[in-house]
């Protein structure tokens, strides 16, 4: 199995290549030159399955040769060691075909983990084979972060950066950051939003010098790894509903449309998903895109949901290479279009691609706020933030007999001022990490400046 680039100007890469790249040298991402079928039958067979032996199932094709069979099982058990559901990600009834897909049950509560453990396992793997060093940078509006070190802190031949947003995040999601007390651990405040962090990181990986002077590895929802280790939940899920006999709906919280995408992909390998919908929140440039044709970036304007405070998804890049044809001449136009004028316009056709496949609605704070504790009050559940916008936009799209599965992407105990403020209840943090509040911290300012960032980065890993 070999890996394009949605741009068409960097050079086709296996399977550990391209997860090692992140970031294509021509500034597009990696997608599978060929997207892997399972029949009705592969489909039906996952039922009943350990969520690590349907993983392995649906991920096998992807890989290639990069790990052999024994290796690739060994790894992906490994991965999902951790998480305290046996399950990994249970599925829960919220009221008459409206499902929640329980996905923060990994070590930092957020589904991130899925991917990022597989992710720290892979790497792992492939650098004690290669006996190479990377650094790692990632940026962060909150959850990837926090997986990030987790999966890597302490591995050797690895140092991992990861720049955030300076007091966007929540306490829960710095302090995570911020206490590993690992060497090779560095968390890195930035004077700016997610998206400064972002151009930031993108433009580390642009800078061919120091991406190949610090041997540079990306680990963000860029990473086509993660995505793949995402598209898993898409089948466990439907298949508990029905799969592949029923056709199953799904409303994904979405900020860089990576967790949406997984499930675009888990549709077009066969699994009858009909529709998935891209639930925002006040920073709508998906829904906006989606609705109107015309992808325009704004402010970012803060919320309680800071994990979906985007502005450019990044993984929409991968859908429209799709909805284009695989076009990769079309898709660098649009983006050059969208670094001259901060935005651009979708083809008629590939709007139309685009919008048979994904719908979108909004959710505004106090909607956000009214549906946690609406959602407690009618079913006992806590709702982190994000979820909750899910959860408020799959009940305005939910058609009659068919089941709707919102992603849960965290847990409310990540983000419980919100949930305080919604229904007076303060969610605790699971025993394993309830002294999270008292364990020291170390962080680096920085400022919002490609020279400096690359300072900081030379420095600590000659040091
Ligand atoms: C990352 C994240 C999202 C958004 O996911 P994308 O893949 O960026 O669209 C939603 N909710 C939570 C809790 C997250 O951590």
């Given at each position: 199995?070999?890996?394009?680039?949605?741009?068409?100007?960097?050079?086709?890469?296996?399977?550990e290549?391209?997860m090692?790249?992140?970031?294509?040298?021509?500034?597009?991402?990696?997608?599978?030159?060929?997207?892997?079928?399972?029949?009705?039958?592969?489909?039906?067979?996952?039922?009943?399955?350990?969520?690590?032996?349907?993983?392995?199932?649906?991920?096998?094709?992807?890989?290639?040769?990069?790990f052999?069979?024994?290796?690739?099982?060994?790894l992906?058990?490994?991965?999902?060691?951790?998480?305290?559901?046996?399950?990994?990600?249970?599925?829960?009834?919220?009221?008459?075909?409206?499902?929640?897909?329980?996905?923060?049950?990994?070590?930092?509560?957020?589904?991130?983990?899925?991917?990022?453990?597989l992710i720290g396992q892979l790497f792992q793997a492939a650098?004690?084979?290669?006996?190479?060093?990377?650094?790692?940078?990632?940026?962060?509006?909150?959850?990837?972060?926090?997986?990030?070190?987790?999966?890597?802190?302490?591995?050797?031949?690895?140092?991992?950066?990861?720049?955030?947003?300076?007091?966007?995040?929540?306490?829960?999601?710095?302090?995570?950051?911020?206490?590993?007390?690992?060497?090779?651990?560095?968390?890195?405040?930035?004077?700016?939003?997610?998206?400064?962090?972002?151009?930031?990181?993108?433009?580390?990986?642009?800078?061919?010098?120091?991406?190949?002077?610090?041997?540079?590895?990306?680990?963000?929802?860029?990473?086509?790894a993660?995505?793949?280790?995402?598209?898993?939940?898409?089948?466990?899920?439907?298949?508990?509903?029905?799969?592949?006999?029923?056709?199953?709906?799904?409303?994904?919280?979405?900020?860089?449309?990576?967790?949406?995408?997984?499930?675009?992909?888990?549709?077009?390998?066969?699994?009858?998903?009909?529709?998935?919908?891209?639930?925002?929140?006040?920073?709508?440039?998906?829904?906006?895109?989606?609705?109107?044709?015309?992808?325009?970036?704004?402010?970012?304007?803060?919320?309680?949901?800071?994990?979906?405070?985007?502005?450019?998804?990044?993984?929409?890049?991968?859908?429209?290479?799709?909805?284009?044809?695989?076009?990769?001449?079309?898709?660098?136009?649009?983006?050059?279009?969208?670094?001259?004028?901060?935005?651009?316009?979708?083809?008629?056709?590939?709007?139309?691609?685009?919008?048979?496949?994904?719908?979108?609605?909004?959710?505004?704070?106090?909607?956000?706020?009214?549906?946690?504790?609406?959602?407690?009050?009618?079913?006992?559940?806590?709702?982190?933030?994000?979820?909750?916008?899910?959860?408020?936009?799959?009940?305005?799209?939910?058609?009659?007999?068919?089941?709707?599965?919102?992603?849960?992407?965290?847990?409310?105990?990540?983000?419980?001022?919100?949930?305080?403020?919604?229904?007076?209840?303060?969610?605790?943090?699971?025993?394993?990490?309830?002294?999270?509040?008292?364990?020291?911290?170390?962080?680096?300012?920085?400022?919002?400046?490609?020279?400096?960032?690359?300072?900081?980065?030379?420095?600590?890993?000659?040091?």
């Amino acid at each position: 199995m070999n890996y394009i680039s949605t741009r068409g100007q960097a050079p086709e890469l296996g399977f550990e290549a391209a997860m090692m790249t992140g970031l294509a040298r021509d500034g597009g991402l990696y997608v599978p030159s060929e997207i892997p079928q399972m029949s009705a039958g592969d489909i039906a067979g996952l039922a009943g399955l350990s969520y690590e032996e349907a993983a392995f199932r649906i991920m096998r094709p992807f890989v290639g040769d990069a790990f052999d069979d024994r290796t690739f099982r060994g790894l992906i058990d490994s991965a999902y060691r951790g998480f305290d559901h046996p399950a990994r990600a249970p599925l829960k009834q919220l009221g008459p075909n409206q499902f929640l897909l329980e996905l923060f049950h990994g070590p930092t509560l957020a589904f991130k983990d899925f991917a990022m453990q597989l992710i720290g396992q892979l790497f792992q793997a492939a650098l004690t084979r290669s006996g190479e060093r990377i650094t790692i940078v990632g940026a962060t509006s909150g959850d990837t972060g926090s997986a990030a070190i987790e999966a890597f802190r302490g591995l050797p031949n690895v140092d991992v950066f990861i720049l955030f947003p300076s007091g966007r995040v929540s306490e829960v999601q710095r302090r995570q950051m911020t206490t590993p007390s690992e060497d090779n651990v560095h968390a890195l405040a930035v004077k700016g939003d997610f998206d400064d962090c972002q151009a930031r990181l993108k433009e580390m990986f642009a800078d061919d010098a120091f991406r190949d002077g610090v041997r540079l590895a990306g680990v963000n929802s860029i990473n086509w790894a993660r995505v793949l280790a995402q598209v898993v939940y898409y089948f466990t899920a439907a298949v508990s509903l029905g799969a592949p006999h029923r056709r199953v709906d799904f409303t994904v919280p979405t900020g860089n449309f990576g967790d949406i995408f997984a499930g675009y992909i888990a549709r077009r390998m066969g699994l009858p998903i009909g529709r998935l919908y891209a639930a925002t929140n006040h920073n709508d440039v998906v829904n906006r895109a989606l609705k109107s044709g015309i992808y325009q970036k704004e402010q970012v304007a803060p919320s309680i949901s800071p994990s979906m405070d985007i502005q450019v998804a990044s993984n929409f890049e991968r859908a429209l290479f799709e909805a284009y044809d695989r076009d990769g001449r079309a898709v660098a136009l649009l983006m050059e279009d969208l670094k001259a004028h901060d935005g651009f316009k979708i083809s008629q056709g590939a709007n139309e691609a685009l919008t048979e496949v994904f719908g979108s609605g909004m959710t505004l704070e106090s909607a956000t706020l009214e549906r946690i504790r609406r959602t407690r009050t009618e079913t006992g559940e806590l709702l982190c933030p994000h979820t909750a916008v899910g959860v408020d936009v799959a009940e305005r799209k939910a058609e009659p007999g068919v089941p709707m599965v919102t992603l849960a992407t965290a847990h409310p105990a990540k983000f419980p001022d919100a949930v305080e403020e919604a229904t007076g209840i303060r969610p605790p943090l699971p025993s394993r990490m309830a002294d999270l509040y008292d364990r020291a911290e170390r962080v680096t300012e920085a400022d919002n400046d490609l020279g400096a960032l690359q300072s900081i980065i030379r420095d600590r890993i000659s040091a």
